[in-house]
């Protein structure tokens, strides 16, 4: 007898187990809310909150990973399977790690100079939410002189603020501060003001007025100086970020501002002046004046020496009543002149003077030229525009324009050479005795007129010349 099949033992079905979520990126998120919810609520600045974090971000690191090596050792006592750090978990490290290295990056910058360079005013509602509020500090120093003094040199040295130089009677130096701070609450703001206090020291013939403000490191601290002195010491004052403004002086004044707004009036000495953006204003200067800048607007008016300008203007030009040689030189313009008695006013495609006396030299470029009651000697170089010149006395003229027309304007009995061509132009005349001749659009005119004298020279090309009598049109 075949013996009984025994059927298999029953085997019971594995056991599901749910899988394990990790606690970690839970938590770090939480902790991260949290700071977020202390800085809406005001609880802690939002400028302290992202110094504490650029700091302290690894500590996130840090918490994640023992959360993370507790849960295994949990699982592995309980006989669990280990929870593993799945694509997100990778993902969200990434982001902690790139999110905290550009805060340290960040936190380790110079935002005051970023801020000064980029000309950014802090004082605006945008950005005063992001660095703090302001808190304004007011004191006065004075520091006696030896005696005799007076005749020596004030040097200001200010990284922000507007500096003025006052004259007086007295021997001895004084300096009225408005600071204003920007920080995030009173006491940050009374350890700026601590820090920054400005110092004056005085070296055989030179005192030093230091406005001090960068001792804050990067906070952002601001200190108008208004200073006295005695007349007849020489100034040179120095800015980074702030308004020179020098008044008063009998010796001669040296500025050198990167942003700022320089004015110097009345001064008895030479004034020189170097900077990188701003506006210019300088009169009643007896002495010689030196510019270099790249400015705005610019105005300079009553000097009885000679003016130089150089570098780059890119706002309008205003001069007047200057004594000796004018000097003008940019990439696009070199002028000189020997006196200006009139204005003389430029700005990106217009030249207008009147009242000067030459010899005159212009070379440009698409700037349309405009001369009034001009004497002595011209020369011109230009193109892409016209030129209009009225003589008073007539001296040498040599004009070369390209793409415009050229019209002259001279005393009625004046006598002069005339050679004058133009291509692809005509060439009209007042005066009899030139010979005027067109070919193929082309024309020239020779001769004298009058007895002779001085001689013209016009060339033009695509346009016209014209001659004309004063009082005539």
């Known amino acids: 007898m075949a013996s009984p099949i025994v059927p298999p033992p029953l085997v019971a079905p594995p056991r ?14 939480i902790i991260i809310g949290v700071i977020f919810l202390l800085g809406n609520l005001h609880l802690i600045a939002w400028p302290q909150l992202g110094h504490m974090f650029a700091r302290y971000w690894p500590l996130l690191l840090i918490l994640w990973g023992m959360i993370r090596l507790a849960e295994y050792y949990s699982d592995r006592s309980r006989g669990y399977a280990t929870r593993t750090v799945g694509g997100a978990g990778v993902l969200f490290l990434i982001f902690i790690v790139m999110i905290g290295l550009s805060a340290s990056t960040a936190d380790r910058m110079n935002w005051q100079g970023i801020r000064d360079n980029a000309d950014i005013d802090v004082d605006n509602d945008f950005f005063g939410g992001m660095f703090g509020q302001n808190f304004s500090f007011n004191s006065t120093q004075t520091q006696d002189l030896p005696a005799g003094f007076k005749d020596g040199t004030l040097r200001v040295l200010s990284d922000r603020g507007d500096v003025t130089v006052n004259a007086w009677d007295e021997n001895r130096v004084k300096v009225d501060v408005t600071k204003k701070v920007r920080a995030q609450n009173q006491d ?24 001090n403000t960068s ?5 952002s ?22 308004d020179p403004n020098i008044q008063g002086r009998t010796g001669n004044v040296k500025v050198s501002s990167s942003r700022g707004d320089i004015t110097v009036e009345d001064v008895t000495g030479n004034v020189e002046i170097d900077q990188r953006k701003g506006d210019i204003h300088v009169s009643k200067i007896t002495g010689d004046v030196a510019v270099s800048a790249r400015a705005n607007d610019t105005t300079i008016g009553e000097v009885s020496g000679m003016l130089k300008l150089d570098g780059e203007y890119f706002g309008g030009i205003t001069l007047s009543k200057i004594g000796k040689t004018v ?40 700037k349309d030229i405009h001369l009034d009651d001009l004497s002595g000697d011209l020369r ?26 050229v019209q002259l304007v ?27 001749t067109s070919q193929h659009n082309d024309s020239t005119a020779t001769g004298n007129v009058g007895s002779g004298g001085p001689k013209v020279q016009v060339s033009n090309e695509h346009g016209n010349i014209e001659i004309r009598k004063s009082g005539q049109s």
């Open 188 to 211: 940050d703001a009374n350890n700026y003001d601590k820090q920054t206090t400005p110092t004056i020291s005085i070296d055989g013939n030179v005192v030093t007025i230091n406005a």
């Open 380 to 405: 011109i170089e230009n193109s892409n525009s016209t030129i209009e010149v009225h003589s008073k006395k007539l001296g040498a003229i040599q004009i070369d324009n390209r793409k415009g027309d």
């Open 215 to 219: 001792a804050a490191g990067s906070a």
């Open 327 to 366: 000097t003008f030189r940019t990439s696009r313009t070199d002028m000189e002149l020997a006196k200006l008695d009139g204005d003389l006013t430029m700005d990106g495609g217009d030249l207008r003077a009147n009242n000067m006396a030459g010899p005159m030299k212009v070379l440009t470029r698409s």
């Open 410 to 436: 001279v005393p009625e009995k004046a006598g002069f050479q005339a050679d004058l061509k133009t291509r692809n132009g005509d060439i009209s005349s007042d005066f009899s005795g030139l010979n005027v």
């Open 221 to 242: 601290v601001s200190s108008d100086l208004e200073i006295w002195v005695p007349k007849a010491m020489a100034a040179d004052v120095s800015t980074h970020r702030g």
């Open 16 to 29: 599901y187990q749910m899988r394990r979520r990790s606690l970690a990126g839970p938590l770090v998120l």
